[in-house]
């Protein structure tokens, strides 16, 4: 890239930094030091704030970066993470937000401890949620480190580095700093920028092509290098009996893996009611819906403009489309338009990342301090105790975020965040539909379930192949290959459920039926809930 486009991205770049920094200030001046405003921001948002902020913690560099990419590169076969996480929030509409906001106070952990034995089921579930976190927040420093590398020009790994050190750092000072309205008012301003400029692409892009979109479609299908292969299904996922299951697999985790986020699930704690949470999802899935249809038009518009043959030669599993048909769009490289269009879409990918990986590492730093070493042992200074367990939490998630970040920078942010889905999916969705749903469930089941699907979730992915055995995985070098799909979903999924069943069959515990009235009525209406 050239020095303008470097200049000014780097100039908006340091905008929103400073813009997101202030905001963290403010709301650190305003903090009472109580748990509730730390980990739910005093639950004062309105329900179209929270569906903002929903929207800006959903809409992450898998969907800005990955989605479009794997569309580019892919065609039809790459809408499946479109479909996936645009129907997941049907999941979460009709079975989580109200039932959830109504039974927990700040985590996961919080719904299962209602009417189960607390110390072993709040360490499970803290354990899972921080595990899906750390994933979740691998895919935003890859994706923000393919970002960075593009607009430098520089395809050596010490940019890459720097930047995911870098982004490291700030999610830990929006954290431990601003707590939960910080991170929320981050994400607000966030969704308003990316929101806005993925319909200003959009409305350039159907200028280009005078819109007529079947003459996108075309003209993408004709510079894939597939032709009508590149509309129609099979591309990715149709070439054998193993492809089309890991397309079933991925399927299963987009759209039941939602549900099990923690960081989307902490959102509905931050409203003051059930009602406003429900009405919070229906917001969240206005803006999301808009956007993806967007992103659609976006990835077959990267592949007709900019081509296949470009988007690989900048980033192999083509992370870098946005920003490259930015630039197209805008004039080409050298021009003032393409500077400017440029600077602007990498600005807001790059508070994209920020805005979520805030999200992310406040829900996991408040699994760590609330579930966990709460559980393990009582925080001195009470819940200002427990504040301050969370803030030292953030380091270290970072760090640990920062180094796997590092060491999967060549792979495609979509696949990344599908491992997270995945992850939920089996983990944490099965114990909490038991827990919600099920009268004679019991404490050794709910460990059951999730250690059932974590456990065989994290195993699977390790024996695949997008960690050994094939050129794009992590370790391209040696071949402990087993398990021959990418995504673990089809096994780690019913694994979960079935563990959760069986734990709970052969368990000695008798169920306590007041306790599990007590949570379907609180559940149902509201009755003392937080």
């Not at 890859?142 to 960075?148: D, M, N, R």
Request: aromatic share 10%.
């Amino acid at each position: 890239m050239t020095g303008d486009h470097q200049t000014l991205a780097l100039l908006l770049f340091s905008g929103f930094v400073a813009v997101t920094l202030g905001i963290t200030t403010w709301a650190s001046r305003r903090r009472r030091g109580s748990a509730e405003e730390f980990y739910a921001g005093g639950r004062l948002f309105s329900p179209m704030e929270n569906g903002f902020a929903i929207a800006g913690d959903y809409l992450s560099a898998a969907s800005f970066l990955g989605v479009t990419g794997l569309i580019a590169l892919y065609g039809y076969d790459g809408l499946l993470y479109v479909v996936g996480f645009l129907v997941a929030w049907l999941v979460v509409l009709f079975l989580v937000a109200e039932l959830v906001r109504n039974c927990g106070r700040f985590t996961l952990a919080d719904v299962l401890a209602a009417r189960m034995r607390e110390r072993p089921v709040r360490i499970a579930a803290g354990t899972s949620s921080v595990t899906v976190s750390v994933l979740y927040l691998v895919a935003q420093m890859v994706g923000a480190g393919s970002l960075v590398s593009l607009l430098l020009g520089r395809t050596g790994g010490a940019a890459q580095a720097w930047t995911v050190v870098g982004v490291g750092a700030l999610m830990v000072v929006y954290v431990s700093l601003g707590g939960m309205r910080a991170t929320t008012w981050i994400q607000i301003v966030k969704a308003v920028l990316l929101l806005g400029g993925t319909a200003a692409l959009t409305v350039l892009l159907l200028l280009r092509f005078h819109g007529d979109a079947d003459r996108l479609l075309l003209t993408a299908a004709q510079r894939s290098g597939h032709g009508d292969a590149f509309l129609a299904p099979g591309l990715k996922y149709g070439g054998d009996w193993t492809a089309r299951l890991d397309f079933i697999s991925l399927g299963l985790a987009l759209v039941l893996g939602t549900a099990g986020l923690p960081h989307i699930l902490s959102r509905f704690y931050t409203v003051p009611t059930a009602r406003a949470a429900r009405r919070s999802a229906v917001w969240s899935i206005a803006l999301i819906g808009g956007f993806y249809l967007m992103t659609v038009l976006l990835g077959f518009g990267a592949a007709a403009i900019v081509g296949p043959g470009a988007l690989r030669r900048s980033n192999a599993a083509g992370n870098t489309a946005v920003p490259l048909l930015a630039l197209d769009l805008g004039g080409g490289a050298g021009s003032t338009g393409g500077t400017v269009l440029f600077a602007v879409v990498a600005a807001v990918a790059f508070a994209t990342i920020l805005a979520v990986v805030a999200g992310l590492t406040l829900a996991s730093s408040a699994s760590v301090a609330h579930d966990l070493y709460a559980s393990l042992r009582r925080p001195r200074g009470g819940a200002r105790g427990e504040v301050a367990v969370a803030r030292f939490a953030a380091v270290g998630i970072g760090a640990v975020a920062i180094a796997l970040g590092l060491l999967a920078r060549d792979l495609n942010v979509a696949y990344l965040v599908g491992l997270a889905f995945a992850v939920a999916a089996s983990a944490n969705l099965p114990v909490l539909m038991y827990s919600l749903f099920w009268r004679g469930f019991t404490t050794r089941g709910a460990v059951w379930a999730v250690y059932g699907g974590l456990v065989p979730a994290l195993g699977l992915v390790l024996l695949s192949p997008m960690v050994s055995g094939c050129p794009g995985s992590l370790f391209p070098g040696v071949d402990f290959q087993y398990f021959p799909l990418q995504n673990p979903g089809i096994v780690s999924i019913p694994l979960g459920f079935l563990a959760g069943w069986l734990g709970t069959v052969t368990s000695d515990e008798t169920p306590d039926d007041a306790k599990y009235a007590e949570t379907e009525v609180r559940s149902l209406t509201g009755a003392g809930a937080a």
